[in-house]
């Protein structure tokens, strides 16, 4: 069988878009052509019936009158750079600041925004290839990006492997913007979730979320995840880390051990549902990942006219330090794409009950 898909509507660029179908059995997901956002994702239960696990919105429209960037692939920078602004080799570059003074999930240029071309000839019932050129915007990052984004359906899970190359030497920070329930896109709260992090560091982060470029330990916090404990316990702690983010929106470093490694990939979190049964492992090949408790989402309606609002999934973004470009010092590793080298990020999503 080809590719099974549907038109979806138009985009945010106003080009049509298409619902792309991916099935192998065990593992069931939904993806578009419009920024390469995921829709959906379904696994199966402690019952052996299928969940979906990602929030999302029924239509396009929805998606482009959201702010929460829920599902998307954010590109080609995401998170915060402090004060629109940065230094490479010398030269400063201008961005949009969309967040305060800052610029957050690179503005309306982002590749999240635009339709990518499908690969029908690369794709099939169970992997998704799609291509786009991120321009050079005159008051954006310097080059020319060609993007290649691959969906892959593992036995039990989904690997998500995107390379790009500039014609220029720029900055490249892309991460999945996934918003997960594990009791189901429509369970509406985190209740019976636990969670455990492969991090015994965070950033510490100022007012307007900029991180400080220190990183603190997690023992003895409100951010140590280093065993399972339930994802809201300390939601209400009178750190003023938590206070600053209104709850936890932060960058964890991975731990990097041989134990913790699945091909060239590092496991990252490990989330679990006593109600699914469902656990989940994420994967990834980046310094770090920001752990958000969706602290501002919107109340909106999600698929099938559920209402999602604060806190109904988390998310698990692996990345970059937030505003890294900016940090002095070799200390934080610094998302520069050299022109012609290939930048690579793989997260793996991994699913059992």
């Given at each position: 069988?080809?590719?099974?898909?549907?038109?979806?509507?138009?985009?945010?660029?106003?080009?049509?878009?298409?619902?792309?179908?991916?099935?192998?059995?065990?593992?069931?997901?939904?993806?578009?052509?419009?920024?390469?956002?995921?829709?959906?994702?379904?696994?199966?239960?402690?019952?052996?019936?299928?969940?979906?696990?990602?929030?999302?919105?029924?239509?396009?429209?929805?998606?482009?009158?959201?702010?929460?960037?829920?599902?998307?692939?954010?590109?080609?920078?995401?998170?915060?750079?402090?004060?629109?602004?940065?230094?490479?080799?010398?030269?400063?570059?201008?961005?949009?600041?969309?967040?305060?003074?800052?610029?957050?999930?690179?503005?309306?240029?982002?590749?999240?925004?635009?339709?990518?071309?499908?690969?029908?000839?690369?794709?099939?019932?169970?992997?998704?290839?799609?291509?786009a050129v991120n321009p050079e915007a005159e008051y954006g990052f310097p080059g020319n990006l060609s993007l290649t984004y691959t969906y892959s359906l593992t036995d039990n899970g989904l690997l998500i492997d995107i390379t790009g190359?500039?014609?220029?030497?720029?900055?490249?920070?892309?991460?999945s913007h996934a918003y997960f329930n594990l009791n189901g896109e429509d369970a509406r709260n985190l209740n019976w979730h636990t969670l455990e992090l492969n991090s015994e560091l965070y950033s510490e982060i100022k007012p307007r979320m900029i991180p400080t470029g220190r990183s603190c330990t997690v023992k003895g916090t409100c951010f140590d995840f280093t065993r399972p404990k339930p994802i809201l316990k300390d939601i209400f702690s009178d750190d003023m880390q938590m206070e600053i983010a209104n709850g936890y929106d932060h960058n964890f470093i991975i731990k990097k051990t041989a134990d913790k490694r699945k091909d060239d990939m590092f496991l990252a979190a490990t989330a679990s549902s006593d109600s699914s049964g469902i656990t989940m492992r994420i994967y990834a090949n980046t310094p770090g990942f920001q752990f958000y408790t969706a602290n501002y989402l919107e109340e909106k309606c999600g698929k099938g006219g559920i209402p999602y609002g604060r806190r109904s999934g988390f998310c698990i973004e692996p990345q970059y330090m937030p505003n890294a470009i900016n940090v002095e010092g070799d200390k934080v590793p610094k998302p520069i794409v050299r022109a012609g080298e290939t930048y690579n990020l793989k997260i793996l999503y991994e699913f059992n009950n």
């Open positions: 069988m080809g590719l099974k898909q549907v038109k979806w509507g138009t985009g945010f660029d106003s080009n049509p878009v298409s619902l792309i179908f991916l099935s192998n059995g065990n593992v069931e997901a939904e993806i578009s052509n419009c920024g390469g956002l995921i829709r959906s994702l379904k696994v199966k239960d402690c019952n052996g019936a299928f969940c979906d696990v990602i929030l999302g919105f029924d239509n396009v429209e929805a998606y482009k009158n959201s702010q929460s960037c829920m599902g998307m692939i954010v590109g080609r920078n995401c998170n915060r750079i402090m004060d629109a602004s940065f230094s490479l080799d010398g030269k400063e570059y201008s961005l949009v600041a969309n967040d305060g003074n800052n610029n957050l999930h690179t503005g309306p240029s982002a590749t999240q925004y635009q339709t990518f071309t499908i690969d029908e000839e690369q794709s099939s019932e169970t992997k998704l290839v799609l291509h190359v500039s014609d220029k030497d720029t900055v490249i920070n892309m991460t």
